[in-house]
């Protein structure tokens, strides 16, 4: 609660660092940033190869908290999803992306979501709940789940993967290849989707050697029947080397870094088939 996040902050000594002052500030601000409404969305479009046709976008959480200033995501979600405030938080982006996805027609819209909503949430309620809410066709939606998902809790992890499917809702893996999930995790999860980490992008175009690991990674996609994601196009090299890979999704800042929804209505006319 409130006043027990105070008392803990008045039971804060000078003696503690500079660090843990931080994270507790941040951890209390946290906590209210979606009833205060600092928590807003940003999109970045998947593109097809040839970099002219938007595909899909994905919601990207922003928080900036009055006092605090911008905070990236890479400290708060993982904050988000040590103390709860994750489930809160996931919902809130879950419905602004699907209301600003109403907008633009056609286009997917891809939503990430914690193994700790997988685990200690029933995120296929929630889904369920706000697609009937926004009336938003389940069929391009898209639940991007990192493998760690699947360490946890693998029986938990099938199911709600299945109930998510059973929706319509398609069900990618993120930021393929950083983890310990390889072949037989791909071959034992029946995803929708993959993405490649932009680490094994970085490659793209490289000498050859150094895209042996990607290229047989795009081979393992292709394999399974997957719809496979390139993350992290930086260069029109890289582009031109990924479209000729059997990749089928670009995404990147050599096409837009990640933008506000009114942003994103512009790009989408500015990138329409002419
Ligand atoms: P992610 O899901 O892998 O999202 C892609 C990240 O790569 C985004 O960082 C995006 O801005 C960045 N990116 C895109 N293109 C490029 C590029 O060409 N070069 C480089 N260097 N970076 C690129 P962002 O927005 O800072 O998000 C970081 C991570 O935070 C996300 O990684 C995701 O794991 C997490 N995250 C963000 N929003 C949410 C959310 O609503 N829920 C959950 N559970 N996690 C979220
Ligand atoms: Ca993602
Ligand atoms: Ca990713
Ligand atoms: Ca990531």
Redesign the pocket.
Known sequence: SKQAGVERALAFTPEMDAEATYRHMLEMALRDAVADGTIS??Y?PLMDTSGHHVLGV????RWSDPTLGPV???IF?PLAEETGV?QE??KH?LRSALQDGKMWPHINVA????AS?IHHGDVVEVVRDVLNETQFPAQRLEI?L?ESVLLADEKRANEQMRGLQNLGVKVAL??FGTGYSSLSYLRRFGFDKL?I??SFIESAGAPQDSTVILASIIKLGQDLDLTITA????TEQQRRWLQHSGCHQL????FS??ITADEMTAFLADHAQK
Do not use: F, H, M
Request: aromatic residues 2%; glycine residues 8%.
């Open positions: 969305v940003l970045q994905e919601a990207l959480a990236s995501p890479e979600i994750i938080i996931g982006v939503v990430n979501v914690s909503q991007e990192t993120d930021d993405k980490d932009r993350e992290g196009v930086e995404q990147g800042y050599l870094r990640p």
